[in-house]
């Protein structure tokens, strides 16, 4: 089988966030020891595995170094740009099954978009639990902005949503993984992304962790920036149909531009990611 290293939510080789892609033969999956494995041996936060099961149709399994996830942002954009660029599939729409769902994918000529899952507001946490969440990253309720509090979101993973007030402090957070690591075993949650508003046409910096799941930091993660959508929507903070971008991995020196898109019809909230991605390496598996 071909594996490919991609550089997702870039246009830069060796920026953005690295995500392996397997592409497979056949009618069936490997077995998931063999695919977990291969995972930790690409070291990379995710890596897909992708299997074609209808002309137009995938089915796409993520694995960690440590887990299998139900859906990954970026390792699905590398994937269909390694499908593009491998001549696989032209540009049009495609249709994904993933454990989070069933979604659709707009392969375009420089740049691919995903549906997220459904949003999903999770819980809500008190003063305490703000105070512990803030002290896991060296911070204070202080640092915490006027009229935003921290929550989880789901748009396909659950991540606490931790908003800070400015890049000067977003910069300065410093992981307790073995902290978070409970504070996520606690709250059932992949992780925390810590976010500050932007300026100009930037909707948010933003900084991602899952330690729990083998991640210390992430460069870019199209499903929390999902949920940070969807979060600033319901607050008012951005527009249904406008384009929002966010900048993650600067403080990695790993710059990741994330686009997306809320729509809200009919009382159906429905968020899509997008961006580019570039293909690094190419090998086979022995």
Not at 39 to 61: N, Q, Y
Not at 224 to 247: D, E, P, V
Request: aromatic share 8%; net charge negative; with cysteine.
């Amino acid at each position: 089988m071909e594996f490919f290293v991609a550089d997702a939510f870039t246009s830069v080789r060796f920026s953005g966030n690295q995500a392996g892609v397997v592409l497979l033969d056949g009618d069936r999956f490997p077995p998931e020891d063999f695919m977990r494995g291969l995972a930790g041996e690409l070291k990379h936060s995710e890596t897909a595995f992708v299997r074609r099961t209808g002309r137009d149709c995938f089915h796409i399994r993520y694995f960690t170094p440590a887990e299998e996830v139900d859906l990954c942002g970026h390792a699905t954009i590398a994937s269909f740009t390694v499908l593009r660029e491998a001549g696989a599939v032209p540009a049009g729409e495609y249709a994904l099954h993933t454990r989070s769902g069933d979604l659709k994918i707009d392969v375009q000529p420089e740049s691919v978009w995903m549906d997220m899952a459904s949003p999903a507001e999770g819980r809500t946490f008190s003063e305490e639990e703000q105070a512990e969440l803030y002290a896991a990253y060296g911070l204070t309720l202080a640092d915490r902005p006027e009229g935003l509090a921290p929550q989880a979101v789901s748009t396909g993973l659950l991540d606490i949503l931790l908003p800070v007030r400015e890049i000067a402090i977003l910069n300065r957070a410093q992981q307790d993984a073995a902290a978070v690591c409970r504070l996520s075993e606690r709250y059932g949650v992949v992780g925390v992304h810590i976010f500050c508003p932007g300026e100009d046409d930037v909707t948010a910096h933003c900084r991602n962790f899952a330690p729990l799941y083998a991640i210390p930091e992430e460069a870019a993660t199209g499903t929390s920036n999902g949920a940070l959508t969807y979060y600033l929507y319901r607050r008012g903070r951005i527009a249904s149909g406008a384009q929002n971008r966010f900048i993650q991995g600067e403080a990695m020196g790993k710059p990741s531009e994330i686009l997306s898109r809320l729509d809200d019809a009919n009382s159906q909230v429905s968020v899509r990611i997008g961006g580019r991605a570039v293909l690094a390496l190419r090998g086979a598996v022995l």
